[in-house]
């Protein structure tokens, strides 16, 4: 008979134990982008509830933002990059195919953890909690740290009316150990690549030099089928949020945040009346200041809700992230403290 292979076993279950963000100190109004689209200010606010967002200067890379939002989680969870066994980084903007962004970070904070990757667009920040949840329970990372970070301004096409208002930069941390409750509700994530078409990226040349590139370089600009996106939006990540909900054995009422993909306020106000939210639920809609910052959005509108006192400790967020891909990822979790 083979000799038996040695499981390891983790906390019985997961939580978030701090998290921070890193937003560039860039402000670009929507009256910097109408002339070139033919747009106005009201129009843009319509359609998406974007007011301004944040660019990144253009020395400012993926990895800074990232690194800034990791100490800040780190110091809020009171523990140091030595403890962390294990990093996830989620991006779709990180100008190089390797060395990962990941892995420059445990590099910088002095973890010797697992390092990894991952490209989930906007429901990205979700997945990697999830993926943490699981890595914690298993006893393969005591203390996992999940990392949003974009810097999107570098493929935005200006010129392209349906998406140069959208795109923003950022980056937003986690991070995630053991509980003796159950802190991190299951996961309900998945994808439909038949529609990968309707969010892509095509090869044009660069709006700007890039120190990272060549002078003369081409790399991929963001585009969008907007309406396709949108009523999928409506129609199926409502639907997706609710299972979150009941998933985690609670009902709308026992929420106390909703923490959306920050996409368009038209589609959080569709969820929040699908969910049937109560008044008093706390919303996120960081999207007015910051724009769409893909994998960022969701830890950084959770860092704005407490920076403005209204994120309530020990209380019950849902999240739910969704994009390119397509891909989504939804699930409750309780507020650390």
Known sequence: ???????????????????????????????????????????????????????????????????????????DANITGEDIGAIIVSTVSHLLITPSVSSIVAGRIGSRGAALDISAACAGFSYGINMADALVRAGSAKYVLVIGAEKLSDFTDLDDRGTAFLFADGAGAAVVGPSDIPGIGPAVWGSDGTQAEVITSTPRRPRRTDPVLEHGDTRPLLTMQGQTVFRWAVA??????????????????????????????????AMIKYLGLPENVTVARDITHMGNTSAASIPLAMDALRAEGRLPTGGLALLIGFGAGLVWSAQVVRIPG
């Open 236 to 269: 199926e990540m409502a639907k997706a949020a609710a299972e979150a909900v009941a998933a985690a054995g609670i009902k709308p009422e026992d929420l106390d945040c909703f923490i959306p993909h920050q996409a368009n306020n038209r589609i959080t106000d």
């Open 1 to 75: 008979m083979s000799a038996t292979i040695t499981a390891t076993t983790g906390g019985p279950f997961a939580r978030i134990y701090g998290f921070g963000s890193y937003r560039p100190t860039r402000v670009v109004p929507n009256s910097e982008l109408v002339d070139r689209i033919d747009s106005s200010d009201e129009w843009i606010q319509e359609r998406s509830g974007i007011v301004e967002r944040r660019w990144a200067r253009d020395d400012e890379t993926v990895v800074d933002m990232a690194l800034a939002a990791a100490e800040r989680a780190l110091a």
